[in-house]
């Protein structure tokens, strides 16, 4: 890993690096250096909120994570070797005033650990280290690539590895040294990196012109639009050569749940129709039932026109078509509108934005930056994981120039203020720069493809309607062979390849080192490793008792919040119970009829003041408990040179679908409480109040601590899959240098003609190690600087 080391190889081998950040050649380069390389994941959590961190980030990583500092630091060790190649003095010069810098934030308390230490010592050697002629023109010798290999660089990248591969399997063939599990390694991660997908999530309110976006996008017709819901179900599109489609049902629990957000009204409209009620008779069952149909059948199962109403059933649909934007792996996600009266539908929407790698939200440029679109832009930046957010004007076409531009503007501001709002300005500007904004005739873009005559006849061109700009955006960020996805890809696959073969490498470097040792030498190293196994294994042991006390820590507090939660949500329905109760006999006692209207403004406001408290104190609490919890695994994790990037990022989050869908199943019955009990029951009226409220918000108190499940069970894997991590890479390590020692017991047996012919062997491989590894440089160096030499 261009000279960093095995301690940091480690940290950062899930690190891409970034393109361009141009701090060594800033006038304050020693002191911004120096901040930089002094976190690590304590120090960072604990002065994130610091004016010159957050200044720093938003203007050299655009990002206020950790992640985005691990990418500085890699990325910053990287330049500094690049450069010490070309001006070894200058960087020399750099480095003692950046360790000058250290020294003063040591003495303040500010840096300290592992993390830091080692890069005082990795700087220290730079500074030491002797300037050689050879030095100056390794950079001369740098593999470049040529036209034809960078047009698809995915592909030619991931083959070309793939063929370093036979280095490996060539050596194995020998039997010089135990490769079988590196080269297991190898598979799985070409395997990993070639069956990768992209998913793009389709989002917007109704009216907002989904429908046709999505068909222009594929340039053809597939999904119906109108001015009332025709996606009524979640869809997904996939490639297959033969198109077809499955639709997926709600199972038996589903869809009671579903009902109890129903009107009685509504529900009886719907149990009044033959068709309807013979498919839920027997396509709703215990377990999730589908089915394939034919793509003429999709209105009948998922537009909400259709007389059969069998939408209300589904689900989500698949449709697989041989659209060849589909065929690298790609995956649509078009979901129903964010004002969907079904709660649940919306529920699923969310959950599969989550794990997009891009999100597109179709607004009307006439009716823009509503409150539900800028809500909901607002919780994906600041709750999902999405890489980066494209807002599509769309009806481009229906305003004027001056107007449109007016709403692009309106509509960036819009979110914005609401971002400002609602957080420190430096971290609203962070999360706007994931924020994409292109307006968009979908219409006229779709006619150019499906009716090129008419589009003429009407003056349309694919130029004009602006779809060009959002195609050459998907290829650049997203879906291109030369994309930026597809070079983070190689990028990683390259890194994961460095790793195995650096190791390798001072594995021939070893047994080279051993091969005219004398027997008596090497049977002392056979004792040393076996008493380096045995300590190991020791802290193994320990490292593992504390992963598992973790767990139980973490299980502990749930079971106490969910004794605190349960106390809070009591009082909560006590109090909401007594107000509705009390507005339903001020009525009665005027000799009026209960409103519903005013029931549920008064259900509505009480759920929102009350169960939002309650929210924001369950995911608060966790989040703190397991921010403490994931600090102290980290301390454990630093020893086994872990990066701490690796504990994953837990974080519990409710969309507000959950308060939506409470107060419609406690509406519904306090309406037929209403309705039993009249005024001269208010004895009854109130018990029966009181069972609503009850029943409701137990169902709301297992949703939260469902989900604190879910968090709780995500963690405790990922827990284990470090451990399991761990254990294979100690046991590995340990396993490569016994079959080392092994063999070189068993060389230093042989002759000295069989000894040399090993050793010409082994410079052999060494010198291909030595080739293989310049290449996957070269993949790294384009991919994330983007040029060639060739």
């Given at each position: 890993m261009n000279g960093l080391g095995e301690y940091f190889e480690s940290t950062f081998k899930e690190i891409v690096p970034l393109g361009n950040l141009h701090i060594l050649d800033s006038e304050r380069a020693s002191e911004i250096v120096a901040i930089f390389l002094s976190l690590d994941s304590h120090t960072f959590n604990i002065f994130w909120q610091s004016p010159v961190l957050q200044n720093l980030c938003e203007k050299y990583c655009k990002t206020l994570s950790f992640k985005g500092i691990l990418q500085v630091q890699y990325t910053l060790l990287l330049n500094i070797h690049k450069a010490f190649l070309k001006?070894?003095?200058?960087?020399?010069?750099?480095?003692?005033?950046?360790?000058?810098?250290?020294?003063?934030?040591?003495?303040?308390?500010?840096?300290?650990?592992?993390?830091?230490?080692?890069?005082?010592?990795?700087?220290?050697?730079?500074?030491?280290?002797?300037?050689?002629?050879?030095?100056?023109?390794?950079?001369?010798?740098?593999?470049?690539?040529?036209?034809?290999?960078?047009?698809?660089?995915?592909?030619?990248?991931?083959?070309?590895?793939?063929?370093?591969?036979?280095?490996?399997?060539?050596?194995?063939?020998?039997?010089?040294?135990?490769?079988?599990?590196?080269?297991?390694?190898?598979?799985?991660?070409?395997?990993?990196?070639?069956?990768?997908?992209?998913?793009?999530?389709?989002?917007?309110?109704?009216?907002?012109?989904?429908?046709?976006?999505?068909?222009?996008?594929?340039?053809?017709?597939?999904?119906?639009?109108?001015?009332?819901?025709?996606?009524?179900?979640?869809?997904?599109?996939?490639?297959?050569?033969?198109?077809?489609?499955?639709?997926?049902?709600?199972?038996?629990?589903?869809?009671?749940?579903l009902k109890s957000t129903m009107e009685d009204s509504v529900l009886c409209e719907l149990m009044a129709n033959a068709e309807f009620k013979e498919s839920l008779e027997k396509y709703v069952q215990d377990s999730t039932q589908s089915l394939a149909i034919s793509l003429?059948?999709?209105?009948?199962?998922?537009?909400?026109?259709?007389?059969?109403?069998?939408?209300?059933?589904?689900?989500?649909?698949?449709?697989?078509?041989?659209?060849?934007?589909?065929?690298?792996?790609?995956?649509?996600?078009?979901?129903?509108?964010?004002?969907?009266?079904?709660?649940?539908?919306?529920?699923?929407?969310?959950?599969?934005?989550?794990?997009?790698?891009?999100?597109?939200?179709?607004?009307?440029?006439?009716?823009?930056?509503?409150?539900?679109?800028?809500?909901?832009?607002?919780?994906?930046?600041?709750?999902?994981?999405?890489?980066?957010?494209?807002?599509?004007?769309?009806?481009?076409?229906?305003?004027?120039?001056?107007?449109?531009?007016?709403?692009?503007?309106?509509?960036k501001e819009s979110i914005e203020s609401r971002l400002i709002q609602s957080m420190p300005k430096q971290s609203a500007g962070l999360l706007l720069q994931r924020l994409d904004f292109i307006a968009l005739a979908s219409y006229p873009a779709l006619l150019c493809q499906t009716n090129p005559k008419k589009a003429r006849e009407l003056g349309f061109s694919l130029e004009s309607s602006n779809?060009?700009?959002?195609?050459?955006?998907?290829?650049?960020?997203?879906?291109?062979?030369?994309?930026?996805?597809?070079?983070?890809?190689?990028?990683?696959?390259?890194?994961?390849?460095?790793?195995?073969?650096?190791?390798?490498?001072?594995?021939?470097?070893?047994?080279?080192?051993?091969?005219?040792?004398?027997?008596?030498?090497?049977q002392r190293l056979i004792q040393e490793a076996k008493l380096q196994q045995e300590q190991s294994l020791v802290q193994f042991e320990e490292t593992k008792k504390s992963f598992n006390g973790a767990t139980k820590q973490l299980q502990d507090y749930l079971a106490t919040l969910q004794k605190e939660l349960n106390q809070k949500l009591e009082n909560s329905q006590n109090l909401l119970s007594e107000r509705i109760f009390a507005d339903i006999v001020y009525d009665y006692e005027k000799g009026k009829t209960p409103s519903y209207e005013r029931l549920q403004r008064i259900l509505d406001l009480g759920l929102k003041d009350f169960l939002s408290d309650i929210l924001r104190f369950c995911t608060q609490s966790l989040d703190k408990k397991i921010t403490q919890i994931q600090s102290q695994f980290e301390a454990l994790i630093e020893p086994q040179e872990k990066d701490s990037s690796a504990?994953?990022?837990f974080h519990l989050y409710f969309d507000e679908s959950i308060l939506k869908k409470t107060a419609l199943k406690i509406l519904n019955r306090i309406?037929?409480?209403?309705?039993?009990?009249?005024?001269?029951?208010?004895?009854?009226?109130?018990?029966?109040?009181?069972?609503?409220?009850?029943?409701?918000?137990?169902?709301?108190?297992?949703?939260?601590?469902?989900?604190?499940?879910?968090?709780?069970?995500?963690?405790?894997?990922?827990?284990?899959?470090?451990?399991?991590?761990?254990?294979?890479?100690?046991?590995?390590?340990?396993?490569?240098?016994?079959?080392?020692?092994?063999?070189?017991?068993?060389?230093?047996?042989?002759?000295?003609?069989?000894?040399?012919?090993?050793?010409?062997?082994?410079?052999?491989?060494?010198?291909?190690?030595?080739?293989?590894?310049?290449?996957?440089?070269?993949?790294?160096?384009?991919?994330?600087?983007?040029?060639?030499?060739?």
């Open positions: 001006e070894p003095k200058f960087i020399q010069n750099l480095l003692k005033k950046v360790l000058e810098n250290f020294d003063l934030l040591e003495q303040h308390g500010i840096a300290k650990g592992e993390f830091f230490e080692q890069i005082k010592i990795h700087l220290d050697f730079i500074i030491h280290q002797e300037i050689k002629e050879s030095s100056l023109t390794k950079e001369d010798k740098k593999l470049t690539f040529d036209k034809d290999f960078l047009e698809d660089f995915l592909a030619n990248g991931l083959q070309l590895l793939e063929k370093r591969k036979e280095v490996l399997k060539t050596m194995c063939a020998q039997n010089l040294l135990n490769l079988n599990p590196s080269l297991e390694e190898l598979e799985s991660l070409l395997d990993k990196l070639s069956n990768q997908h992209f998913s793009i999530g389709i989002t917007g309110v109704l009216s907002a012109g989904k429908s046709t976006l999505l068909n222009a996008l594929l340039g053809q017709e597939i999904l119906g639009s109108s001015t009332i819901p025709e996606t009524a179900s979640l869809t997904l599109l996939k490639y297959s050569k033969v198109p077809s489609a499955r639709v997926s049902f709600w199972n038996k629990v589903e869809w009671e749940d003429q059948e999709l209105p009948k199962y998922t537009s909400a026109n259709h007389p059969s109403k069998l939408c209300n059933l589904i689900k989500e649909t698949t449709l697989f078509t041989p659209l060849k934007f589909l065929e690298n792996k790609v995956e649509i996600v078009d979901t129903p509108g964010l004002d969907d009266p079904i709660v649940q539908r919306e529920e699923i929407t969310k959950s599969y934005i989550l794990d997009c790698d891009l999100l597109i939200h179709a607004m009307n440029a006439a009716q823009s930056a509503t409150q539900i679109d800028v809500d909901f832009i607002l919780n994906t930046l600041q709750n999902a994981n999405i890489s980066r957010i494209l807002i599509l004007l769309t009806h481009a076409d229906l305003l004027e120039k001056k107007d449109l531009e007016s709403a692009l503007s309106y509509t779809f060009n700009a959002l195609v050459n955006y998907l290829d650049q960020t997203l879906l291109g062979n030369n994309s930026t996805k597809a070079k983070d890809l190689v990028f990683l696959g390259a890194q994961g390849f460095i790793r195995v073969f650096q190791k390798i490498q001072s594995a021939c470097a070893l047994e080279k080192s051993l091969l005219f040792s004398q027997e008596s030498e090497i504990l994953g990022n309406e037929k409480s209403v309705r039993k009990f009249g005024k001269n029951q208010k004895n009854e009226l109130k018990n029966a109040l009181d069972l609503d409220f009850r029943d409701g918000f137990l169902e709301f108190f297992e949703i939260l601590i469902a989900q604190s499940k879910v968090l709780e069970s995500k963690l405790t894997d990922n827990f284990k899959k470090l451990l399991e991590d761990l254990e294979r890479t100690l046991n590995s390590d340990l396993e490569h240098k016994a079959k080392i020692l092994e063999n070189a017991l068993h060389n230093s047996r042989q002759s000295a003609e069989e000894k040399t012919q090993k050793e010409a062997l082994l410079m052999r491989y060494e010198k291909d190690l030595e080739e293989s590894l310049q290449c996957f440089s070269a993949l790294q160096d384009y991919a994330t600087k983007g040029v060639s030499d060739a």
